[in-house]
């Protein structure tokens, strides 16, 4: 009996170090990427302080295999310390950013008339090398009459940039992107996305502009697909768009790279205005949002994906359009639902 006992012990004593192993490696590589993506100070500083703290983890996970608890019990007073300095992180409007998203948007609408201001317009020869130009813009949204999904490429098939960008009647489009606030120097970091290494920004800009730099400037893979959207809901996302303008501007925010970015937010505003959509793990890997898209009926009817697919990838349309006044026009010839483009044959 005794020894059955004993069996019965050991076999939970084993499962509960598993448990507590397993959670204090992820408590210390979470702690790891928060020391290094915020602790101010030196690389060569930073370095040492991640190497004290895996020789913490090490030391508890040796205590406790050994059932020793003083390691394990320091070791998580180290991280109600660490949650405690993590809490006192706040997003700011206040630092030195890059010069393409040093302006808060700002959009007043009142009745059918929306007012831009801080519209992005940069003429981009290089990364480094650009015009600097914000606007104010005027829009009648009784002449909205367009929405098309931007996909920009950098990173494989599943990670993509989303942009919405709205058409009204006289040709003008104004295009909407979710992204980073880089600071002076920054450059982006998906893992850092996860450690409120930046803050969100709102950028409404030209296409020559925000569409251009992607794919003639940073060489990256751009598609376009015409939205199924109707007048009404057209509207809706827009000033959609405008509340969340100035939800930023009353109140910095953190980028997450999986929970708060240029893919999620365009879905919670669409959901917004259609609660039953679906959520789906292609929400997550955006580079097959325009599958999703496609799927609950969100694209232009007529075609199959494989056809919108390959219709609406714009990269060399736009090296060819390059600074030109129509660019885009010259972006959309042949996309699927723009006015002029053959029917899928029969």
């Known amino acids: 009996m005794n020894g059955k006992g004993g069996r019965v012990r050991t076999f939970f004593f084993i499962a509960l170090c598993l448990l507590l192993s397993v959670s204090t490696?992820?408590?210390g590589v979470w702690a790891g990427f928060a020391l290094w993506y915020q602790l101010?100070?030196?690389?060569?500083?930073?370095t040492v302080a991640v190497a004290v703290l895996a020789l913490a983890v090490l030391a508890a996970l040796h205590g406790l295999w050994r059932r020793?608890?003083?390691?394990?019990?320091?070791?998580a007073v180290l991280c109600a310390?660490?949650?405690?300095?993590w809490s006192t992180l706040k997003p700011s409007h206040d630092r030195v950013w890059a010069d393409d998203v040093a302006r808060l948007l700002h959009i007043d609408i009142d009745g059918n008339h929306a007012r831009l201001t801080n519209v992005?317009?940069?003429d981009w020869r290089s990364e480094t090398d650009y015009t600097v130009r914000w606007e104010t813009r005027d829009y009648d949204l009784d002449h909205l009459v367009t929405a098309d999904l931007v996909l920009s490429y950098w990173m494989g098939p599943a990670i993509a940039h989303t942009l919405v960008s709205f058409g009204f009647d006289d040709g003008r489009y104004l295009t909407f992107s979710v992204e980073i606030r880089k600071e002076k120097g920054e450059s982006f970091s998906a893992l850092g996305g996860f450690f409120r290494k930046f803050e969100t920004v709102l950028v409404a800009s030209d296409e020559r502009d925000i569409v251009r730099v992607r794919s003639n400037v940073r060489g990256e893979d751009v598609y376009l697909y015409r939205l199924q959207v109707a007048p009404a809901t057209l509207r809706k996302l827009f000033v959609g768009y405008a509340g969340e303008a100035a939800r930023l501007e009353r109140e910095p925010a953190f980028y997450n790279t999986l929970t708060s970015n240029c893919t999620t937010i365009v879905f919670d505003l669409a959901r917004a205005?259609?609660?039953?959509l679906p959520f789906d793990y292609r929400l997550l890997a955006s580079g097959y949002?325009?599958?999703y898209a496609y799927d609950v009926g969100g694209l232009t009817p007529g075609f199959d994906y494989a056809a919108l697919h390959a219709r609406g990838r714009i990269t060399e349309r736009a090296l060819a359009a390059g600074n030109d006044a129509r660019f885009s026009e010259l972006i959309r010839v042949g996309i699927p639902g723009i006015p002029g483009t053959p029917a899928p044959a029969k």
Request: glycine residues 10%.
């Open 40 to 46: 101010q100070a030196p690389a060569q500083i930073r």
């Open 81 to 85: 310390g660490m949650l405690g300095w």
């Open 273 to 276: 205005i259609n609660p039953q």
């Open 25 to 27: 490696t992820l408590a």
């Open 120 to 122: 992005r317009n940069f």
């Open 68 to 75: 020793r608890w003083r390691p394990l019990l320091g070791f």
């Open 289 to 291: 949002l325009a599958e």
